[in-house]
Structure formats: C-alpha cells, structure tokens
C-alpha cells in the first residue's frame, strides 16, 4: 500500500503547484477560459487513453477489465458534473474574495470526512481527530501573510468557498465507488470533460465568451499546456490511490498540497515565509505523518 500513499503524494503535488502556477497565466487571461482550455486538453488525453484500453490488446490480455453497467455509468456522470458545481461557486468565491482566501477554505475537507465516516463506513481512528486538527489549524495559518495581523476575512466569497468545498469533498468521496466500477482512467475522462462543460457553460452564462482561437496563440498555449499536464497528473494518481487506500488518508494526504502551493511561491514567486506559515508547514507534515500511522 505504500506505493499508493506515494501516488496520492504525488496528486497533492501536481494539484498544489497548479493551485500556485495560476497566478502566471491570471494575469492575462481569463479563469474560466483557463480552465476550459486545460480540461479539454485533459480530457482528449483521458478519453484516448481510455479507448485504446478498451480496444488495443496485447498477447489477447484486455488492458481494460472494467465492466460497469449503464445505471454504473449514469450515476458516475451525475456525480461528476455534481462535483463540477464546486467549480461555479470556486469561480464565484474568488470574485469576492482573494485566492489566499478562497484556496484554503476549499481545503477544508470536513465534508469528506464526513462523507466517508457516514455513507462510507470507514473507521475513524483516534489519531485522525490530531491529524484533522493539526491539518485545519496548519491550512489557516498558511492563509495569513501579516503575522501581526492573522485573522480570517469572512465574506460572501468565503460562503462560496464553503459550498465549493462541500461539493468537492462530498463527491470527492463517492468517486470511491466509480473507481471501483469504470477504473480511473474513464473516471478522470468523465469527471474532466464534466468541468470542462461546466465551464464553458459557466463562461456563457456570466456573458464571458471563451476566446476558441486562443487555443493557437504560442504566447498561451504553454499556459494550457502546463495547466493541463497538472491537472492530468494530479488527477490520474488520485485515481489511482482512491482505487486502494482509505479516502480518509487520502484526505489528510491532500493537505500536502497546501505546503507546496506555498514552496512554489517562495522558490518561484521569491516570496517570504514568516513565522505562522513555517508553523503551518510544521503542523501539516506531522498531520500527514499522524495519519500514517
């Protein structure tokens, strides 16, 4: 089981510096325009992927040994475009709030452990409670940058990042049974291509027109490009570790996400830790380790 806590280490790496890397592109180019582009990039690598594992065969060894039936797959597309809801309230949460502010509160999966202690039934061991309260008290003090001045801005973007934790975390959760009916790579196929409608519908209804020849321009299409090899990676190693762990210590495991996202900023960005976020740093880790145990 090692190999699979590696993988979801791996997946809160990729997730947290794209968390980070949104910056460089933002400046210039939209969110939802962003997204779009990187999810249909990620969604043709996916939906390739997955058809040559249904057709090509090797030595008559099917690569694919998915069988899941149309009520299997029905409800794994319900559930990703019900997880892609947390996309719109993300996108709503930071036109009100700052992204240090949105980021962290959608990272507070007490609706995951929620989900998967009671629909699940998985157990909830005495070092979770230390691991959750060690991560939740890590992840905000990530958020303040003055440390004479730590609080926590509360605002209706702040109430969107809760609902887009919430969507995220609840279904986040669920995917546990997907995985087990269609394998992850036509789960992450479906839940992108989901996001990427979701976004493209989102654009449309804030009267905000994707720019489709974008897609060409040598200026963005790096940004794409980056954008998308994050989120395939991050996606697919989730997959893969929710395929064989607990969901709960892939949970405290995506925590680690949040120390990245703050490296990337210090080594890339050239921006400071101070005392609180090395704090935070310290709390996560242990969190991590707790949960290992």
Not at 21 to 47: D, N
Not at 192 to 200: D, N
């Amino acid at each position: 089981m090692l190999i699979y806590f590696i993988f979801a280490l791996i997946s809160a790496t990729s997730f947290g510096i794209s968390n980070a890397y949104w910056k460089i592109p933002h400046k210039h180019i939209k969110y939802t325009q962003l997204i779009f582009f990187r999810g249909l990039i990620a969604s043709l690598v996916f939906g390739l992927v997955w058809l040559c594992s249904i057709y090509i065969h090797f030595d008559n060894i099917k690569i694919n040994t998915y069988n899941a039936n149309l009520s299997q797959y029905l409800i794994t597309i319900l559930l990703c475009f019900i997880c892609s809801l947390g996309l719109v309230f993300f996108l709503l949460s930071i036109n009100y709030s700052k992204i240090s502010i949105s980021i962290p509160l959608t990272s507070i999966n007490i609706f995951s452990i929620l989900t998967a202690v009671w629909i699940l039934h998985e157990s909830f061991k005495t070092q979770y409670y230390f691991t959750f309260i060690l991560s939740l008290i890590g992840i905000l003090l990530l958020q303040t940058k003055n440390i004479n001045n730590f609080r926590i801005e509360w605002n209706k973007g702040a109430s969107y990042a809760i609902l887009a934790s919430f969507f995220w975390g609840v279904t986040y959760a669920l995917f546990k049974y997907p995985i087990r009916w269609v394998g992850p790579i036509a789960l992450a196929f479906l839940l992108e291509s989901a996001v990427t409608i979701t976004a493209l519908v989102w654009s449309f209804i804030m009267k905000s027109t994707i720019d489709f020849s974008d897609i060409t321009n040598p200026k963005n299409i790096k940004h794409y490009l980056m954008l998308a090899f994050l989120l395939i990676n991050g996606t697919l190693f989730f997959n893969l570790a929710l395929s064989k762990i607990s969901i709960l210590i892939l949970i405290f495991t995506g925590c680690f996400q949040m120390i990245v996202s703050v490296l990337f900023d210090v080594f890339v960005y050239k921006e400071k830790l101070n005392r609180l976020e090395f704090f935070g740093i310290t709390l996560i880790i242990a969190s991590i380790i707790i949960a290992r145990l």
